[in-house]
């Protein structure tokens, strides 16, 4: 399933006059009539654009939008706030709501790994990293003002969380619905929540497909998961987003049209240490 991050096609430029690039993600719109570009709390720019628009045209639509962009800029930019560690982190399909604490230097990190249910170690240069896992509580240890690391840490942690919870919560909904349980495999993806491959015709039935999801769809609240997995779920059957695929869709999903657009903002609105490293706003 594709996801309203951009791939690297994408996007337009807006160089403005200071020197500083900012770069919109492109959306296509079977509704839209004229292009019109916002930008996100976060401040991810995305340009909205008819759905039948080459790129050509999309890139020539933007110096319409930089005197409005030339004075918004600085102004959200100054009010923006900067990035800080994160109070939680919460995972709405374990139940689990986990706080985020500076808890000491490196050393004392090592020392108290023995007892952690889970232990992440990163590096930059000379900088390091420990984070522990507690039963309630992610401790980081050591270059703990390297928000970077943090992040990576953070995100080292939940996909390891992912790669455990996901699978078997596919499978379950699977033999809900009456699917074979397919292949699950967890994926930092960049651009997408998940995707599906399905064997070849050649390949027997006893081997249903293979689902891919985003390591980030563990932050996901149940409804929308569990919508991400049903959406996936239905391309075993459709490989394509055909009107028979959203009939198969609707039938196991009926509000598909309200979850779709609430995977679209849950994308917009991911935590910043949850993005993608090349995701506008990152």
Same mark, same amino acid.
């Given at each position: 399933?594709? &996801?309203?991050?951009?791939?690297?096609?994408?996007?337009?430029?807006?160089?403005?006059?200071?020197?500083?690039?900012?770069?919109?993600?492109? %959306?296509?719109?079977? %509704?839209?009539?004229?292009? !019109?570009?916002?930008?996100?709390?976060?401040?991810?720019?995305?340009?909205?654009?008819?759905?039948?628009?080459?790129?050509?045209?999309? /890139?020539?639509?933007?110096?319409?939008?930089?005197?409005?962009?030339? /004075?918004?800029?600085? /102004?959200?930019?100054?009010?923006?706030?900067?990035?800080?560690?994160?109070?939680?982190?919460?995972?709405?399909?374990?139940?689990?709501?986990?706080?985020?604490?500076?808890?000491?230097?490196?050393?004392?990190? %090592?020392?108290?790994?023995?007892?952690?249910?889970?232990v992440v170690r990163l590096g930059a240069g000379s900088r390091r990293l420990v984070l522990l896992e507690g039963r309630e509580t992610l401790r980081l240890f050591g270059a703990v003002g390297d928000l970077a690391l943090c992040a990576g840490a953070l995100g080292r942690w939940c996909r390891g969380e992912a790669a455990r919870l996901l699978p078997p919560h596919v499978r379950e909904l699977a033999l809900a619905h009456g699917f074979l349980p397919p292949r699950v495999s967890v994926r930092?993806?960049?651009?997408?929540?998940?995707?599906?491959?399905?064997?070849?015709?050649?390949?027997?039935? =006893?081997?249903?497909?293979?689902?891919?999801?985003? $390591?980030?769809?563990?932050?996901?609240? /149940?409804?929308?998961?569990?919508?991400?997995?049903?959406?996936?779920?239905?391309?075993?059957?459709?490989?394509?987003?055909?009107?028979?695929?959203?009939?198969?869709?609707?039938?196991?999903?009926?509000? $598909?049209?309200?979850?779709?657009?609430?995977? &679209?903002?849950? $994308? !917009?609105?991911?935590?910043?240490?949850?993005?993608?490293?090349?995701?506008?706003? =990152?």
């Open positions: 399933m594709s &996801s309203p991050a951009p791939t690297p096609e994408e996007t337009v430029p807006f160089p403005l006059s200071g020197g500083e690039t900012l770069v919109a993600a492109v %959306r296509r719109s079977a %509704r839209c009539r004229r292009p !019109r570009l916002s930008v996100s709390p976060r401040g991810a720019l995305v340009l909205v654009i008819p759905r039948d628009w080459p790129p050509a045209r999309a /890139r020539r639509a933007a110096p319409f939008f930089l005197p409005w962009l030339e /004075r918004m800029w600085p /102004r959200f930019a100054a009010a923006r706030p900067a990035p800080s560690l994160p109070e939680q982190v919460a995972l709405p399909l374990a139940g689990r709501v986990l706080a985020v604490e500076t808890a000491g230097d490196l050393a004392a990190g %090592r020392r108290q790994s023995r007892g952690a249910a889970a930092d993806q960049r651009s997408r929540w998940g995707s599906c491959s399905r064997p070849s015709a050649a390949v027997t039935a =006893a081997q249903p497909g293979h689902i891919h999801l985003n $390591w980030r769809a563990l932050l996901l609240e /149940r409804p929308l998961l569990d919508h991400l997995c049903r959406h996936e779920l239905c391309h075993l059957r459709r490989m394509d987003h055909s009107a028979a695929y959203r009939a198969e869709l609707a039938r196991l999903s009926p509000d $598909w049209a309200m979850l779709e657009r609430g995977l &679209s903002r849950a $994308w !917009r609105e991911l935590p910043w240490w949850a993005l993608p490293p090349d995701s506008p706003g =990152a």
